[in-house]
């Protein structure tokens, strides 16, 4: 755990008993939320945050979060089990914070994440506290993350009565979406249908995670998924922001900088095992999305380590 993560742990213990999560997040951004929408009444609060590059010590928070990756760098890592993930969230990624557990944050660019915070005491009321009792970041929830970018959407926009009650409406379907059970990774709720689904959406997406160095083509995609490519491609891209390519390359880019960090493997090897043609292909898409050669980044990695 970092060191400023666990100085926070113990300098928010007072504190976290009399500030709410957008008390606490705001303390540590140093800044207040771009926008926020809440009602103290039912027991939530939606805000929206933009930050830059550095690492941030979030000490526990008194009610869950449920966080989507709006826009930004996709390079946001989380620390867990004493360092920092293999993977990254992306724009259209959710991140799942359980109540009174501290979280640190590793951000390689500008963040931009909205922020769902539903009191404890609903949750209990509802007997639904256990699926928010632990972390889960960035996993793949495309209704949720469609319907917190229409909110925002419509929060944007001049204001009209009748906007209000939309508005209203959509927190309500967000909160009934979380509420019921935001499918685990690897097992969504939703059964498959003849049409396009967010079941199968998911599978794809969790077949890319699971072996990012398969060829994983766009027409194989698509035929799990049971549509036409280009149909898929626009599917896709509207749910996580990237297209079927690019999920496919930042799966495997994110893997690479594991492995980097982690094993002795040589370039030609590591390049070799992730799918890649060949390692000058390697060489220049790992430079693209990190902004440094693979061995720049091993030899920083094992420097800080």
């Known amino acids: 755990m970092p060191k400023q ?32 929408l809440g009602s103290l009444g039912d027991g939530w609060s939606l ?10 010590a979030l000490p526990p928070v008194p009610d869950p979060i449920f966080i989507v990756h709006i826009a930004g760098k996709p390079r946001v890592k989380t620390w867990e089990r004493g360092s920092w993930t293999e993977t990254h969230s992306i724009p259209g990624c959710a991140t799942i914070v359980p109540a009174g557990m501290p979280t640190g944050w590793l951000v390689d660019g500008e963040l931009d994440v909205v922020t769902l915070s539903v009191s404890s005491e609903v949750l209990k009321t509802a007997s639904l506290s256990d699926q928010f009792s632990k972390m889960r970041f960035a996993f793949t ?23 209000e009650a939309y508005v209203s409406a959509m927190v309500g379907a967000l909160k009934a ?8 990774q690897g097992k969504p709720l939703a059964i498959p249908t003849s049409d396009f689904s967010a079941y199968r959406l998911h599978k794809v997406m969790n077949a890319i995670l699971d072996h990012p160095e398969h060829e994983h083509s766009l027409e194989q995609m698509a035929a799990t998924a049971g549509v ?5 491609c626009r599917v896709f891209k509207k749910a996580t922001g990237i297209s079927p390519h690019q999920y496919v390359m930042k799966a495997r880019l994110d893997r690479a900088q594991h492995l980097l960090a982690q094993t002795d493997m040589t370039l030609a090897a590591l390049s070799e095992s992730l799918g890649f ?28 380590q």
């Open 5 to 36: 993560l666990e100085r926070e742990k113990d300098a928010s213990a007072t504190a976290q008993k009399v500030w709410d999560n957008k008390a606490i997040i705001c303390d540590v951004l140093g800044r207040p939320p771009e926008m926020e």
């Open 47 to 56: 805000c929206r945050w933009r930050q830059f590059v550095g690492s941030y």
């Open 141 to 163: 929830d495309p209704l949720g993350v469609a319907l917190t970018r229409q909110i925002l959407a419509e929060l944007y926009a001049p204001h009209a009565d009748e906007r």
């Open 177 to 184: 979406h979380i509420l019921s059970g935001v499918p685990a």
């Open 228 to 232: 036409t490519p280009s149909h898929f």
């Open 277 to 304: 043609t060949s390692q000058s292909h390697f060489s220049r898409a790992f430079r693209a999305y990190a902004g440094r050669t693979p061995s720049d980044f091993r030899q920083h990695e094992q420097t800080i």
